[in-house]
């Protein structure tokens, strides 16, 4: 189980005195309690499942590079390094990642499944590489190519 890893992660960084990776890891079971918390006034007493947790990990990697091209826009070269340093923790936890080349095969593949023909199917395509490749693909690059791909 995807939380069981963090924690253990975050046990093996206060024994190593490895600062950055604690305070990374502890970052993530913060969010991952919120979510908890979020999930528990739906019903779900369990809290997330593993596919949850992995698309929270994305949407913190997301922030994190948005930040970083803040920080290098407004000359704070530490602050963007410290963010990378917290991506490159928080991705250890997430299967590898699509690099373009599979991403667009990806998306041809889709593309032929549903029989999308033009821009108004972009929709559907998307929901579909969701739904088949969470925590593989960053969708923000996805976007683009798809559309490219649909003719926008």
Do not use: H
């Amino acid at each position: 189980m995807l939380r069981t890893q963090i924690t253990d992660a975050m046990k093996d960084a206060l024994r190593a005195k490895d600062e950055s990776a604690l305070s990374t890891t502890r970052l993530i079971l913060a969010k991952l309690k919120d979510l908890d918390i979020a999930a528990r006034a739906k019903g779900n007493m369990d809290g997330i499942n593993d596919d949850e947790i992995r698309s929270a990990l994305q949407g913190m990697i997301k922030q994190r590079r948005e930040s970083i091209a803040l920080y290098e826009k407004g000359n704070r070269p530490e602050l963007a390094q410290q963010e990378s340093g917290e991506i490159a923790v928080i991705e250890r936890f997430l299967p590898a990642q699509m690099d373009e080349a599979a991403v667009k095969a990806a998306i041809d593949t889709i593309v032929a499944a549903t029989g999308a023909a033009g821009i108004k199917d972009m929709g559907k395509v998307m929901g579909e590489l969701k739904k088949t490749y969470a925590g593989q693909m960053d969708f923000s690059l996805a976007g683009p190519l798809v559309k490219a791909r649909l003719g926008g």
